[in-house]
């Protein structure tokens, strides 16, 4: 019987761990050439501000389909300002072969309010260069105060598809060549 308890304490332990960290894209299908935005922000079933305080150091460790896109830039919403002193940086580890993305706030502000129950936690960019399943992978995320707050997850995949660039029919085209031929065709001159 304890063992049952055990088992099931840690499924429901590790179910909330997982639900702190949502990983989301702004759309499902991509062309080759899109922007692929990867969001990543923590929710909470109460407010941040009884939980993080507003100086805290987070990281994500992640791989991505590199063979169907390539790693852009990261950036931070209008949350994070001077006051709140962010300091985002994203490297690449070649020997585990996975990237990290930490995120440290030092500043006098929060960049959440005393209701927010969601944190932007910044927004990861790809640039879509093949046809196919881009997949983006959370092996590890934790998230941290010097208070004592900890929160980690681990195993988060989300995917979405790279489809072909929308082309126009060949009958399209030939109707458009055909009309465009037609603009510039000159009167011939008769002789008499």
């Known amino acids: 019987m ?8 840690l499924l429901v332990s590790s179910f909330n761990s997982v639900a702190g960290l949502i990983v989301s894209s702004d759309a499902d299908n991509y062309a080759i050439g899109d922007t ?7 929710e909470k079933n109460e407010p941040i501000s009884n939980l993080l305080d507003k100086n805290f150091d987070m990281a994500t460790y992640f791989m991505f389909s590199d063979n169907k896109g390539t790693f852009d830039s990261a950036y931070l919403s209008g949350l994070y300002t001077t006051d709140v002193d962010a300091d985002p940086i994203v490297s690449f580890d070649s020997l585990f072969k996975e990237w990290t993305y930490s995120l440290s706030t030092y500043g ?3 960049p959440f309010s005393l209701t927010d129950m969601v944190l932007d936690l910044g927004t990861l960019s790809f640039v879509a260069t093949e046809i ?3 997949d983006f992978n959370v092996s590890y995320f934790f998230i941290s105060d010097s208070p004592g707050y900890f929160d980690q997850a681990f195993d988060i995949q989300h995917s979405v598809q790279i489809v072909a660039n929308e082309v126009p029919e060949p009958a399209s085209i030939a109707l458009f060549a055909f009309a465009f031929s037609a603009l510039y065709r000159k009167p011939k001159k008769h002789s008499f």
Do not use: E, H, Y
């Open 108 to 110: 006098s502000q929060a």
């Open 132 to 134: 196919g399943r881009f």
């Open 36 to 42: 692929i935005n990867i969001n990543l922000s923590l």
């Open 2 to 9: 304890k063992n049952v308890m055990l088992t099931f304490c």
